[in-house]
């Protein structure tokens, strides 16, 4: 059954009550990547459920910042639809039905300035499997996988551009190691780590240790120039 909630920001979101909605994680990755979007940015969501993350986002930022949220789910993209129509953001924040995988056919190359991700933690064949098969694709790796998230952000984040992750702290190793496939330089916290240092692996076991044990709910990826 759907329903309309109203947020802390006066926005209004259509959600479907016996299917997946949004919890705090998908907050903390909107307040966290906050700071960094600028004016005339292009900012956009994979993996956007029903768009909650541009509905935190929109009205903290500046007016000519232009949001798009990409979701998998039919059903899902258009509950992100109805709320940005509810609330009058046509013109502000667009949402597309896809395929991360497919970015290279719905985007330009290189065309966000900020990329957001709440992305499925699970691994397909860990632990439970939720029956309902909308809430599995959310929790679990069955349609997207890390290392598609990954490829999708080397091919849409400009460079000096940022990409906000928010995951299970148990899989940073993997997290770490993914983005240096499109030349990417890990900030978490204080700590940062070179495209050039991926190579040696002590020196990443060693940024996994120091960010672990300074880990908070989400992570800035930032992208280094070519």
Not at 141 to 157: G, I, K, P, R, S
């Amino acid at each position: 059954m759907e329903e309309i909630d109203t947020l802390l920001n006066g926005n209004k979101i259509v959600q479907d009550t016996k299917g997946f909605m949004f919890g705090i994680d998908a907050v903390l990755l909107a307040h966290f990547a906050l700071g960094q979007i600028k004016k005339n940015d292009r900012v956009i969501d994979l993996c956007t459920g029903t768009g909650i993350v541009p509905l935190l986002q929109e009205k903290a930022v500046s007016s000519t910042v232009a949001f798009t949220g990409l979701e998998l789910q039919q059903k899902y993209a258009g509950l992100a639809q109805k709320s940005v129509e509810l609330n009058g953001l046509t013109e502000k924040i667009k949402i597309i039905q896809g395929d991360v995988k497919n970015v290279e056919q719905l985007f330009e190359k290189h065309s966000f300035n900020i990329i957001t991700c709440n992305p499925p933690y699970m691994l397909a064949e860990q632990g439970m499997t939720n029956p309902n098969d909308e809430k599995a694709i959310a929790r679990h790796e069955v349609c997207c996988t890390l290392a598609d998230v990954c490829n999708a952000v080397d091919f849409l984040l400009h460079t000096h551009g940022s990409f906000f992750m928010i995951h299970k702290a148990s899989r940073l190793p993997e997290i770490f190691r993914q983005p240096f496939i499109g030349g990417f330089g890990i900030r978490c916290g204080s700590h940062s780590l070179r495209p050039a240092e991926a190579s040696r692996k002590n020196a990443l076991d060693r940024h996994v240790s120091t960010c672990a044990q300074t880990f908070r709910s989400g992570r800035r990826i930032r992208k280094k120039p070519a």
